[in-house]
């Protein structure tokens, strides 16, 4: 395989495969503006149209099966790890009773070692070890990185959606403003058992502007609404709740105001009882003088949820009798009006965000197959002209 030259992409608003009816516009234009920077959160309620969760439910499915086919066909101990710097995975963790146990869903690759995942990102791992040939007989080429991790660079649907939808593009629109860069778009797909998250929040960019100590932060709030924000938006195509099996999403109105990146470089330990009694005590919303409180969303089959970066959130066990819950994390952000041009050392990787695997957005540049929708979403912050 010659990974220089083979993509995925297809073009779907070209070639007339795209979904035009994926959004219901009267949820789309009832987005309040005001509120969503007001409590930092947004739901999308029932906002996928019939046909919309149908394929966003496929794809997640066809995704899953690709990222399974992967990890359980290789063989991990033959792939060239030290020679590219990277540590080999423990055997045990690697043997077929092992792979099997790693299926299904996502966050269960617990065979990666440190700097795996951020080297395929960064660079494409191409090995001859990796099982590649269930999506070779697909006609899905490789692209270096697991599908869990970039799902959009295997799945049309996925890549429209995240770079070029209008009716998407609209949505992020709405609650970044004209212009937004993506930060990350994995898959979450919970499966039976899945242990969830517990209390966290995030940082903008890398965390090199942030002021809040992420453990202790956030003794003076601001109502204002910061220029820098990164914006996740989670799609549940079959809905959530913590009564279809576990698994709930909570968040806390008005924290985001507080701009603390909440444990994201720590361990994350706290359940509700040890969150409300630590950093939320005696903590109000910003603008309504309300104590803060956790509220668990209930979310519909098609529904989304937009919630700010920063605000501190959690993700429940799920239920070892539960289904698995298909789901989509799409993070986008505001540039850094700070960073330029010249990011880095390399040409190819100045003319992307760092969101963005270079390797994979050169290959499709060369290729041909990168629309001007797709680079507005990938170029660098000082887009390179």
């Known amino acids: 395989m010659n990974p220089s030259r083979q993509t995925n992409a297809r073009h779907p608003d070209s070639s007339g495969s795209r979904l035009n ?3 219901h ?3 789309l234009a009832a987005f309040d503006r005001a509120i969503f920077e007001r409590d930092g959160y947004w739901v999308w309620e029932g906002i996928l149209t019939d046909a919309g969760r149908r394929q966003w439910t496929a794809s997640l499915q066809n995704l899953q099966a690709m990222n399974d086919s992967i990890v359980a066909g290789s063989d991990w101990l033959q792939v060239d790890f030290a020679g590219r710097g990277l540590t080999a995975p423990d055997p045990a963790k690697v ?3 092992a792979l099997e146990a790693y299926l299904g869903g996502s966050e269960q690759m617990q065979f990666q070692t440190p700097g795996l995942r951020d080297y395929m990102y960064d660079h494409g791992l191409f090995d001859a070890s990796l099982a590649t040939q269930t999506l070779a007989s697909q006609g899905i080429a490789w692209q270096g990185m697991m599908p869990e991790y970039f799902p959009l660079a295997y799945d049309d649907f996925i890549l429209d959606i995240a770079t070029s939808h ?8 709405r609650i970044l403003g004209p212009r937004f860069l993506i930060d990350h778009v994995l898959m979450l797909n919970r499966i039976p058992g899945s242990s969830g998250r517990r209390w966290h929040g995030h940082p903008y960019r890398q965390g090199q502007h942030e002021t809040e100590d992420p453990a202790q932060g956030g003794r003076v709030a601001s109502p204002e609404f910061l220029p820098r924000q990164c914006v996740r938006t989670l799609c549940f195509p079959e ?11 909570s968040v806390v109105a008005g924290a985001h105001l507080y701009r603390t990146p909440y444990l994201w470089d720590t361990r994350r330990t706290e359940y509700d009882e040890q969150f409300e009694a630590g950093w939320m005590r005696d903590k109000n919303h910003p603008v309504t003088g309300e104590p803060l409180r956790i509220k668990r969303l209930e979310l519909p089959p098609g529904s989304m949820v937009s ?3 920063h605000m501190p959130h959690h993700a429940g066990h799920r239920d070892m009798d539960a289904e698995t819950r298909w789901g989509l994390l799409m993070a986008y952000r505001t540039p850094d009006p700070t960073e330029r041009s010249s990011q880095s050392s390399t040409q190819a990787s100045s003319h992307w965000n760092e969101g963005t695997p270079a390797h994979w957005a050169q290959r499709m540049e060369d290729a041909g197959t990168l629309t001007a929708a797709m680079r507005r979403v990938f170029e ?3 887009a390179v002209a």
């Open 95 to 97: 043997t077929p009773d």
């Open 307 to 309: 919630f700010v970066h």
């Open 380 to 382: 660098a912050d000082a």
């Open 25 to 27: 516009p009267h949820v």
């Open 166 to 173: 209008p009716q998407m593009m609209e949505l992020f629109g």
């Open 239 to 249: 809905g959530m709740s913590e009564h279809d099996g576990g698994g709930e999403f």
């Open 21 to 23: 009816d994926l959004l």
